[in-house]
Nanobody
Framework: QVQLVESGGGLVQPGGSLTLSCTASGFDFASYAMRWYRRPPGKARELVAYISSAGDKTDFVDSVKGRFAISRDNAKNTVTLQMNSLKPEDTATYFC?????????WGQGTLVFVSS
């Protein structure tokens, strides 16, 4: 049974940092690329960051480039999203995601709230 469990969200002031973690289980983690999505309040879900299965390729939505970093530890089955210089518009529920063949798997999400 595939499980993705996010942690690390919370309230942070503008300009601050947060680190989100996703712990995966129930599948061969090292064989799959991983993604972070977010859904801002009242808006559609968007892809934020991507990391290849080996961790050698990453990509980001333009709005977070230079501020966010994604990494993974295949020995620990974790993927991490380091978020720096946070802005109020980064406020959203963040989801860890795995696409396996045609099946999408999602975590339950973790809320990030950027406000002074």
């Amino acid at each position: 049974q595939v499980q993705l469990v996010e942690s690390g969200g919370g309230l942070v002031q503008p300009g601050g940092s947060l680190t989100l973690s996703c712990t995966a289980s129930g599948f061969d983690f090292a064989s799959y690329a991983m993604r972070w999505y977010r859904r801002p309040p009242g808006k559609a879900r968007e892809l934020v960051a991507y990391i290849s299965s080996a961790g050698d390729k990453t990509d980001f939505v333009d709005s977070v480039k230079g501020r966010f970093a994604i990494s993974r530890d295949n020995a620990k089955n974790t993927v991490t999203l380091q978020m720096n210089s946070l802005k109020p518009e980064d406020t959203a529920t963040y989801f860890c995601h795995s696409l396996q063949n045609t099946q999408n798997y999602w975590g339950q999400g973790t809320l990030v709230f950027v406000s002074s």
